[in-house]
């Protein structure tokens, strides 16, 4: 009865994939955004403030981190959790794929949580004379707890690598 239940629960992992799939899907969602915005932004180049301007970029950057984020969870996620991808060696094979376990994904997924915060938080320094001074403080408060919290993590993964088992 055992050896079934063991079976059963390994084989769940494959209740994963299709997660993994829908990924890819609000990754597609945010290519059309990314173009979404590239189109409303080249009819009016010429005529757009510079400040204006600055910030659609800082938008299409944000999109592209989150588009980064999703890509490295979907893959190192499969790889480490589901099942190794059987890619060729002639084809485009990512550098980092089987790389990447899922503490070294954490990391990376805090880091990149912390950039796109930045960029969010450049964003509203940017457009100040909008925002509340106290929006700025939860704003400034948010992101410093992403960025005490990486830290944390990172230092902690440290530790537990250098110590002895």
Do not use: C
């Amino acid at each position: 009865m055992e050896k079934y239940i063991e079976k059963a629960i390994y084989a769940s992992r494959w209740i994963m994939a299709p997660i993994y799939l829908g990924l890819s899907l609000t990754l597609l969602a945010l290519g059309i955004k990314f173009f979404q915005e590239i189109f409303h932004i080249l009819p009016i180049i010429f005529t757009i403030k510079e400040v204006d301007l600055v910030l659609v970029v800082l938008s299409l950057i944000d999109i592209v981190l989150v588009g980064g984020l999703i890509v490295m969870v979907m893959f190192s996620g499969y790889e480490n959790f589901v099942s190794r991808l059987d890619l060729e060696d002639g084809e485009d094979k990512l550098g980092w794929l089987g790389k990447l376990d899922s503490g070294s994904l954490k990391n990376k997924v805090a880091a990149s949580i912390v950039a796109i915060s930045s960029i969010h938080l450049l964003k509203i320094f940017m457009n100040v004379e909008s925002v509340n001074d106290d929006k700025i403080m939860w704003y400034l408060l948010i992101h410093i707890t992403f960025v005490i919290s990486a830290f944390s993590m990172g230092y902690l993964d440290k530790l537990l690598r250098k110590a002895p088992y």
